[in-house]
Protein backbone atom coordinates (compact mmCIF):
# COMPACT_ATOMS: atom_id res chain seq x y z
CA UNK A 1 0.00 0.00 0.00
CA UNK A 2 1.52 3.28 -1.40
CA UNK A 3 2.85 5.46 2.05
CA UNK A 4 0.39 8.55 0.89
CA UNK A 5 -2.50 6.64 0.95
CA UNK A 6 -1.79 4.84 4.61
CA UNK A 7 -1.22 8.62 6.11
CA UNK A 8 -4.61 9.84 3.97
CA UNK A 9 -6.54 6.72 5.76
CA UNK A 10 -4.46 7.88 9.17
CA UNK A 11 -5.42 11.84 8.82
CA UNK A 12 -9.32 10.60 8.20
CA UNK A 13 -9.58 8.80 11.14
CA UNK A 14 -8.15 11.23 13.25
CA UNK A 15 -10.41 13.55 12.15
CA UNK A 16 -13.42 11.64 12.42
CA UNK A 17 -12.57 10.29 15.70
CA UNK A 18 -12.55 14.75 16.35
CA UNK A 19 -14.74 15.25 15.36
CA UNK A 20 -17.21 12.94 17.26
CA UNK A 21 -15.30 14.03 20.60
CA UNK A 22 -16.66 17.51 19.88
CA UNK A 23 -20.10 16.06 18.51
CA UNK A 24 -19.97 14.62 22.41
CA UNK A 25 -18.66 17.74 24.00
CA UNK A 26 -20.97 20.23 22.74
CA UNK A 27 -24.18 17.54 23.90
CA UNK A 28 -22.74 17.75 27.20
CA UNK A 29 -21.74 21.35 26.82
CA UNK A 30 -25.66 22.00 25.57
CA UNK A 31 -27.16 20.48 28.18
CA UNK A 32 -29.40 22.53 30.70
CA UNK A 33 -29.04 25.63 28.62
CA UNK A 34 -31.42 27.66 28.04
CA UNK A 35 -29.81 30.19 25.23
CA UNK A 36 -26.65 30.13 23.09
CA UNK A 37 -25.59 33.21 21.51
CA UNK A 38 -22.41 32.00 19.08
CA UNK A 39 -22.55 28.32 18.97
CA UNK A 40 -20.25 27.50 16.34
CA UNK A 41 -17.40 29.95 18.23
CA UNK A 42 -17.58 27.85 21.15
CA UNK A 43 -17.77 24.34 18.77
CA UNK A 44 -14.60 25.84 16.92
CA UNK A 45 -13.12 26.59 20.59
CA UNK A 46 -13.43 22.46 21.60
CA UNK A 47 -12.33 21.36 18.38
CA UNK A 48 -8.83 24.01 18.50
CA UNK A 49 -8.46 22.33 22.41
CA UNK A 50 -9.07 18.33 20.70
CA UNK A 51 -6.37 19.27 18.12
CA UNK A 52 -3.94 21.32 20.02
CA UNK A 53 -4.77 21.49 23.72
CA UNK A 54 -5.24 25.13 23.54
CA UNK A 55 -7.42 25.81 26.35
CA UNK A 56 -10.30 28.87 26.08
CA UNK A 57 -11.11 31.77 28.72
CA UNK A 58 -14.85 31.22 29.92
CA UNK A 59 -16.35 33.92 32.73
CA UNK A 60 -18.58 33.52 35.34
CA UNK A 61 -19.19 36.27 37.60
CA UNK A 62 -20.56 36.10 41.30
CA UNK A 63 -21.31 39.45 43.44
CA UNK A 64 -20.58 38.48 47.07
CA UNK A 65 -23.83 39.66 48.16
CA UNK A 66 -24.83 36.97 50.90
CA UNK A 67 -21.94 34.81 52.73
CA UNK A 68 -22.35 31.44 51.04
CA UNK A 69 -23.83 30.20 47.94
CA UNK A 70 -26.70 27.70 47.24
CA UNK A 71 -27.58 24.66 44.93
CA UNK A 72 -28.88 27.34 42.74
CA UNK A 73 -25.20 28.64 41.87
CA UNK A 74 -24.10 25.00 41.22
CA UNK A 75 -25.97 25.05 37.95
CA UNK A 76 -23.12 27.50 37.06
CA UNK A 77 -20.46 25.96 38.50
CA UNK A 78 -21.84 22.77 37.22
CA UNK A 79 -21.57 23.98 33.47
CA UNK A 80 -17.80 25.81 34.14
CA UNK A 81 -16.83 22.03 35.54
CA UNK A 82 -17.97 20.78 32.24
CA UNK A 83 -16.59 23.52 29.74
CA UNK A 84 -13.24 22.99 31.75
CA UNK A 85 -13.32 19.01 30.82
CA UNK A 86 -13.49 20.42 26.99
CA UNK A 87 -10.89 22.87 27.39
CA UNK A 88 -12.08 26.04 28.88
CA UNK A 89 -10.16 27.66 31.56
CA UNK A 90 -12.27 29.36 34.19
CA UNK A 91 -12.04 33.15 35.03
CA UNK A 92 -14.07 32.65 38.53
CA UNK A 93 -14.99 36.61 38.52
CA UNK A 94 -16.16 37.44 42.09
CA UNK A 95 -17.63 40.92 41.91
CA UNK A 96 -16.37 42.71 45.18
CA UNK A 97 -16.70 45.76 43.33
CA UNK A 98 -20.00 45.71 41.14
CA UNK A 99 -21.87 44.43 44.37
CA UNK A 100 -20.83 47.69 45.93
CA UNK A 101 -23.56 49.36 43.30
CA UNK A 102 -26.41 46.71 43.03
CA UNK A 103 -27.66 45.21 40.14
CA UNK A 104 -31.84 44.72 40.16
CA UNK A 105 -31.75 41.86 37.43
CA UNK A 106 -35.53 41.20 36.85
CA UNK A 107 -36.29 43.02 40.58
CA UNK A 108 -38.88 45.95 40.67
CA UNK A 109 -36.40 47.80 42.62
CA UNK A 110 -33.01 49.11 43.17
CA UNK A 111 -30.95 46.30 44.71
CA UNK A 112 -29.60 47.13 48.32
CA UNK A 113 -26.09 48.48 48.20
CA UNK A 114 -23.20 46.68 50.44
CA UNK A 115 -20.46 47.88 52.63
CA UNK A 116 -17.05 46.91 51.00
CA UNK A 117 -16.52 45.23 54.69
CA UNK A 118 -19.64 43.04 53.86
CA UNK A 119 -18.21 42.46 50.32
CA UNK A 120 -14.93 41.36 51.45
CA UNK A 121 -16.08 39.03 54.35
CA UNK A 122 -18.91 36.86 52.21
CA UNK A 123 -16.04 37.03 49.34
CA UNK A 124 -14.07 34.81 51.02
CA UNK A 125 -16.16 31.91 51.81
CA UNK A 126 -17.05 32.04 47.90
CA UNK A 127 -13.72 31.25 47.16
CA UNK A 128 -13.61 28.38 49.79
CA UNK A 129 -17.04 26.47 48.36
CA UNK A 130 -16.28 27.10 44.45
CA UNK A 131 -13.49 23.92 44.52
CA UNK A 132 -15.91 21.95 45.87
CA UNK A 133 -16.90 21.29 41.65
CA UNK A 134 -14.15 23.23 40.32
CA UNK A 135 -10.89 22.13 39.06
CA UNK A 136 -8.14 24.21 40.77
CA UNK A 137 -5.46 23.78 38.31
CA UNK A 138 -7.55 25.75 35.27
CA UNK A 139 -9.39 28.08 37.73
CA UNK A 140 -8.15 31.59 38.18
CA UNK A 141 -9.75 33.53 41.19
CA UNK A 142 -10.21 36.95 39.65
CA UNK A 143 -11.89 40.17 41.66
CA UNK A 144 -12.94 43.22 39.59
CA UNK A 145 -12.06 45.47 42.35
CA UNK A 146 -8.29 45.15 40.78
CA UNK A 147 -9.13 47.04 37.56
CA UNK A 148 -12.66 48.90 37.85
CA UNK A 149 -11.24 50.23 41.32
CA UNK A 150 -8.55 51.91 39.30
CA UNK A 151 -10.59 53.47 36.56
CA UNK A 152 -9.97 57.38 35.94
CA UNK A 153 -12.66 59.55 35.31
CA UNK A 154 -11.75 59.49 31.88
CA UNK A 155 -12.12 55.98 31.28
CA UNK A 156 -15.70 56.15 32.56
CA UNK A 157 -16.49 58.46 30.17
CA UNK A 158 -15.10 56.48 26.89
CA UNK A 159 -17.15 53.14 28.89
CA UNK A 160 -20.82 55.45 28.96
CA UNK A 161 -19.84 56.47 25.60
CA UNK A 162 -20.50 53.12 24.25
CA UNK A 163 -24.02 52.28 24.95
CA UNK A 164 -26.90 54.43 25.07
CA UNK A 165 -29.76 55.24 27.18
CA UNK A 166 -32.29 54.03 24.40
CA UNK A 167 -29.91 50.41 24.62
CA UNK A 168 -29.91 50.63 27.54
CA UNK A 169 -33.91 51.00 28.41
CA UNK A 170 -34.53 47.63 25.97
CA UNK A 171 -33.49 46.12 29.45
CA UNK A 172 -36.73 44.21 30.41
CA UNK A 173 -36.42 45.29 33.97
CA UNK A 174 -35.53 49.03 33.04
CA UNK A 175 -38.46 49.67 30.71
CA UNK A 176 -40.69 47.77 33.25
CA UNK A 177 -39.57 49.81 35.70
CA UNK A 178 -39.61 53.45 33.66
CA UNK A 179 -43.39 52.34 32.67
CA UNK A 180 -44.53 52.06 36.31
CA UNK A 181 -42.96 55.93 37.18
CA UNK A 182 -40.42 53.54 39.53
CA UNK A 183 -36.96 55.27 40.37
CA UNK A 184 -33.39 53.39 38.19
CA UNK A 185 -30.33 55.26 39.42
CA UNK A 186 -27.94 56.06 36.74
CA UNK A 187 -25.89 54.23 38.56
CA UNK A 188 -28.02 51.15 37.96
CA UNK A 189 -27.42 51.65 33.97
CA UNK A 190 -23.36 51.26 34.77
CA UNK A 191 -23.35 47.78 36.53
CA UNK A 192 -24.25 46.29 32.94
CA UNK A 193 -21.20 48.64 31.54
CA UNK A 194 -18.84 47.25 34.26
CA UNK A 195 -19.97 43.63 33.88
CA UNK A 196 -19.16 43.58 30.09
CA UNK A 197 -16.11 45.97 30.70
CA UNK A 198 -14.85 42.69 33.35
CA UNK A 199 -15.09 40.68 29.52
CA UNK A 200 -12.95 42.95 27.88
CA UNK A 201 -10.32 43.08 30.84
CA UNK A 202 -10.22 38.94 31.27
CA UNK A 203 -10.22 38.83 27.20
CA UNK A 204 -13.67 36.73 27.84
CA UNK A 205 -14.17 33.66 24.72
CA UNK A 206 -17.26 32.32 26.72
CA UNK A 207 -19.44 34.22 29.44
CA UNK A 208 -21.69 31.91 31.64
CA UNK A 209 -24.96 33.30 33.86
CA UNK A 210 -28.46 32.81 35.11
CA UNK A 211 -31.37 33.46 31.52
CA UNK A 212 -31.78 36.96 33.98
CA UNK A 213 -28.25 38.05 33.10
CA UNK A 214 -29.22 37.68 29.35
CA UNK A 215 -28.94 41.93 28.66
CA UNK A 216 -25.77 41.93 30.57
CA UNK A 217 -23.85 39.39 29.21
CA UNK A 218 -24.77 40.75 25.35
CA UNK A 219 -23.20 44.32 26.72
CA UNK A 220 -19.92 42.46 27.31
CA UNK A 221 -19.87 40.87 24.20
CA UNK A 222 -21.00 44.39 22.46
CA UNK A 223 -18.18 46.39 24.41
CA UNK A 224 -15.69 43.80 23.21
CA UNK A 225 -15.79 45.16 19.66
CA UNK A 226 -15.91 48.41 20.94
CA UNK A 227 -12.36 47.79 22.35
CA UNK A 228 -11.09 46.22 19.44
CA UNK A 229 -10.36 42.88 21.58
CA UNK A 230 -10.54 40.41 18.15
CA UNK A 231 -13.24 38.36 19.59
CA UNK A 232 -16.93 38.95 20.76
CA UNK A 233 -17.42 36.62 23.41
CA UNK A 234 -20.05 33.26 23.34
CA UNK A 235 -22.64 33.64 25.66
CA UNK A 236 -24.75 30.94 27.31
CA UNK A 237 -27.20 31.43 29.39
CA UNK A 238 -28.71 29.09 31.97
CA UNK A 239 -31.99 28.73 33.85
CA UNK A 240 -32.68 29.70 37.63
CA UNK A 241 -33.39 26.01 39.19
CA UNK A 242 -36.79 25.84 41.13
CA UNK A 243 -36.19 25.64 44.97
CA UNK A 244 -37.63 23.13 46.96
CA UNK A 245 -41.22 24.28 46.82
CA UNK A 246 -40.53 23.36 42.89
CA UNK A 247 -42.56 26.17 41.90
CA UNK A 248 -40.36 29.64 42.66
CA UNK A 249 -36.37 30.00 42.07
CA UNK A 250 -34.11 28.92 44.64
CA UNK A 251 -33.81 31.74 47.26
CA UNK A 252 -32.59 32.37 51.06
CA UNK A 253 -35.00 34.73 51.09
CA UNK A 254 -38.11 32.09 49.69
CA UNK A 255 -36.44 29.97 52.58
CA UNK A 256 -36.67 26.75 49.70
CA UNK A 257 -33.12 26.75 49.61
CA UNK A 258 -30.30 24.30 50.01
CA UNK A 259 -27.41 26.11 50.90
CA UNK A 260 -23.78 24.91 49.73
CA UNK A 261 -22.02 24.72 53.46
CA UNK A 262 -25.39 23.03 54.87
CA UNK A 263 -24.96 20.17 57.20
CA UNK A 264 -24.71 16.18 55.08
CA UNK A 265 -27.78 15.20 56.99
CA UNK A 266 -29.61 18.75 55.82
CA UNK A 267 -28.31 18.74 52.38
CA UNK A 268 -29.61 14.61 51.86
CA UNK A 269 -32.82 15.04 53.40
CA UNK A 270 -33.81 18.33 51.77
CA UNK A 271 -32.66 16.74 48.08
CA UNK A 272 -34.98 13.73 48.88
CA UNK A 273 -37.66 16.28 50.08
CA UNK A 274 -38.12 17.76 46.62
CA UNK A 275 -40.85 16.08 43.67
CA UNK A 276 -40.30 12.99 41.69
CA UNK A 277 -40.81 15.83 38.89
CA UNK A 278 -38.55 18.07 40.13
CA UNK A 279 -35.73 15.44 40.83
CA UNK A 280 -35.03 14.93 36.97
CA UNK A 281 -34.40 18.97 36.11
CA UNK A 282 -31.60 18.52 39.39
CA UNK A 283 -30.00 15.39 37.43
CA UNK A 284 -29.92 17.67 34.24
CA UNK A 285 -28.67 20.96 35.46
CA UNK A 286 -26.51 20.20 38.73
CA UNK A 287 -25.64 15.95 38.57
CA UNK A 288 -22.22 14.66 37.48
CA UNK A 289 -23.82 11.94 35.25
CA UNK A 290 -23.72 11.92 31.70
CA UNK A 291 -27.23 12.69 29.57
CA UNK A 292 -26.94 8.88 28.43
CA UNK A 293 -26.92 7.97 32.07
CA UNK A 294 -29.77 9.88 33.61
CA UNK A 295 -31.97 8.96 30.46
CA UNK A 296 -31.35 5.16 31.44
CA UNK A 297 -32.42 6.16 34.81
CA UNK A 298 -35.58 8.04 34.02
CA UNK A 299 -36.27 4.83 31.60
CA UNK A 300 -36.44 2.51 34.22
CA UNK A 301 -38.70 4.64 36.48
CA UNK A 302 -40.77 4.29 33.84
CA UNK A 303 -40.93 0.87 33.35
CA UNK A 304 -40.94 -0.05 37.05
CA UNK A 305 -37.83 -1.62 37.12
CA UNK A 306 -36.47 1.19 39.53
CA UNK A 307 -38.90 3.25 42.62
CA UNK A 308 -38.56 6.88 42.06
CA UNK A 309 -37.60 7.16 45.36
CA UNK A 310 -34.27 5.15 44.77
CA UNK A 311 -33.61 7.47 41.81
CA UNK A 312 -33.82 10.65 44.14
CA UNK A 313 -31.81 8.34 47.19
CA UNK A 314 -28.81 8.27 44.31
CA UNK A 315 -29.15 12.15 43.56
CA UNK A 316 -28.80 12.76 47.40
CA UNK A 317 -26.17 10.18 48.27
CA UNK A 318 -24.20 12.39 44.85
CA UNK A 319 -24.89 15.89 45.49
CA UNK A 320 -23.71 16.03 49.38
CA UNK A 321 -20.80 13.79 48.45
CA UNK A 322 -19.45 16.76 46.54
CA UNK A 323 -20.19 18.45 48.98
CA UNK A 324 -18.88 16.41 51.85
CA UNK A 325 -17.26 13.02 51.06
CA UNK A 326 -18.93 9.51 50.92
CA UNK A 327 -18.46 9.03 54.12
CA UNK A 328 -20.87 11.78 55.67
CA UNK A 329 -23.02 11.43 52.66
CA UNK A 330 -23.57 7.57 53.75
CA UNK A 331 -23.93 8.55 57.47
CA UNK A 332 -26.71 11.08 56.28
CA UNK A 333 -28.56 8.40 54.31
CA UNK A 334 -28.50 6.12 57.40
CA UNK A 335 -29.84 8.83 59.75
CA UNK A 336 -32.27 9.57 56.95
CA UNK A 337 -33.33 6.50 57.30
CA UNK A 338 -33.57 6.44 60.87
CA UNK A 339 -35.38 9.13 61.47
CA UNK A 340 -38.19 8.65 58.72
CA UNK A 341 -38.17 4.81 58.43
CA UNK A 342 -38.20 4.12 62.07
CA UNK A 343 -39.41 7.40 63.27
CA UNK A 344 -37.20 8.05 65.38
CA UNK A 345 -35.49 11.27 66.19
CA UNK A 346 -31.80 12.30 64.96
CA UNK A 347 -29.29 10.93 66.77
CA UNK A 348 -27.34 14.43 67.32
CA UNK A 349 -29.64 17.53 67.65
CA UNK A 350 -29.05 21.63 67.58
CA UNK A 351 -30.05 22.80 70.87
CA UNK A 352 -31.36 26.38 72.01
CA UNK A 353 -31.87 27.96 75.90
CA UNK A 354 -35.48 29.52 76.15
CA UNK A 355 -36.77 31.31 78.64
CA UNK A 356 -40.02 30.27 80.38
CA UNK A 357 -42.89 32.19 79.17
CA UNK A 358 -41.31 31.83 75.64
CA UNK A 359 -44.41 31.76 72.55
CA UNK A 360 -43.35 29.03 70.52
CA UNK A 361 -44.14 31.01 66.96
CA UNK A 362 -41.06 32.92 68.58
CA UNK A 363 -39.07 30.21 69.50
CA UNK A 364 -39.60 28.84 65.58
CA UNK A 365 -38.45 31.82 64.30
CA UNK A 366 -35.52 31.79 66.56
CA UNK A 367 -34.67 28.42 65.28
CA UNK A 368 -34.75 29.72 61.79
CA UNK A 369 -37.58 26.85 61.48
CA UNK A 370 -40.09 29.77 60.09
CA UNK A 371 -39.17 33.06 58.29
CA UNK A 372 -41.72 34.73 60.32
CA UNK A 373 -43.94 33.99 62.80
CA UNK A 374 -47.02 34.61 60.52
CA UNK A 375 -45.50 31.56 58.58
CA UNK A 376 -44.66 30.20 61.92
CA UNK A 377 -48.93 30.00 62.83
CA UNK A 378 -49.43 28.75 59.08
CA UNK A 379 -47.68 25.97 59.42
CA UNK A 380 -48.82 25.37 63.58
CA UNK A 381 -52.27 25.45 62.48
CA UNK A 382 -51.36 22.75 59.00
CA UNK A 383 -50.61 20.38 61.78
CA UNK A 384 -46.94 20.30 61.17
CA UNK A 385 -45.52 20.69 64.22
CA UNK A 386 -44.74 18.37 66.81
CA UNK A 387 -43.60 18.68 70.81
CA UNK A 388 -42.29 15.46 71.98
CA UNK A 389 -43.23 13.40 69.27
CA UNK A 390 -47.28 15.23 70.30
CA UNK A 391 -48.77 17.42 67.05
CA UNK A 392 -49.35 20.91 68.51
CA UNK A 393 -52.31 23.40 66.53
CA UNK A 394 -52.22 25.77 68.79
CA UNK A 395 -50.31 28.70 67.66
CA UNK A 396 -50.82 30.31 71.01
CA UNK A 397 -48.53 27.95 72.68
CA UNK A 398 -45.92 29.34 75.57
CA UNK A 399 -43.30 27.17 77.47
CA UNK A 400 -44.32 27.73 81.26
CA UNK A 401 -42.64 24.39 82.82
CA UNK A 402 -38.99 24.27 82.68
CA UNK A 403 -37.59 21.03 80.96
CA UNK A 404 -36.13 19.97 77.38
CA UNK A 405 -38.64 19.35 74.55
CA UNK A 406 -37.81 18.21 71.15
CA UNK A 407 -39.38 20.19 68.15
CA UNK A 408 -40.18 18.78 65.01
CA UNK A 409 -41.60 21.18 62.26
CA UNK A 410 -42.95 19.08 59.15
CA UNK A 411 -40.90 16.18 58.23
CA UNK A 412 -37.14 17.60 58.44
CA UNK A 413 -36.62 20.18 60.71
CA UNK A 414 -35.63 19.14 64.40
CA UNK A 415 -34.05 20.84 67.60
CA UNK A 416 -34.08 19.94 71.48
CA UNK A 417 -35.58 23.41 73.67
CA UNK A 418 -34.17 24.05 77.34
CA UNK A 419 -36.67 25.94 78.95
CA UNK A 420 -34.86 27.81 81.94
CA UNK A 421 -36.09 30.49 84.69
Not at 46 to 70: C, M, N, Q
Not at 203 to 221: S, W
Not at 297 to 315: D, F, I, Q, T
Request: glycine share 6%.
Amino acid sequence: MPKEHTITQFLQSTNSDIEEKVCLAMKEISRGCVEFIGYEYIETLVRRFYISGERFIVKAGFDPTAPDLHLGHSVILRKLAILQEYGGYVKFLIGDFTATIGDPSGKNETRKVLSFEEVAQNAKTYESQVFKILRRDVTDICFNREWLGKLTSADIMRLTAQYSVARMMERDDFEKRFKEKLPISIVEFMYPLLQGYDSVILNCDIELGGNDQKFNLLVGRSLQRSYQCNKEQSVMTMPLLEGLDGINKMSKSLNNYIGIIESANNMYAKILSISDDLMWRYFELISNKNLNEIEALRNNVKNGSLHPKAAKEMLALEITTVFHNSHLAMKAQDEFNTIFSKKNNPTHLDSMHVQCGSWICKVLVDLKFAPSSSQARRDIKAGALSINQEKQYDENFKFLQEGEFILKLGKRKFAKIIVVK
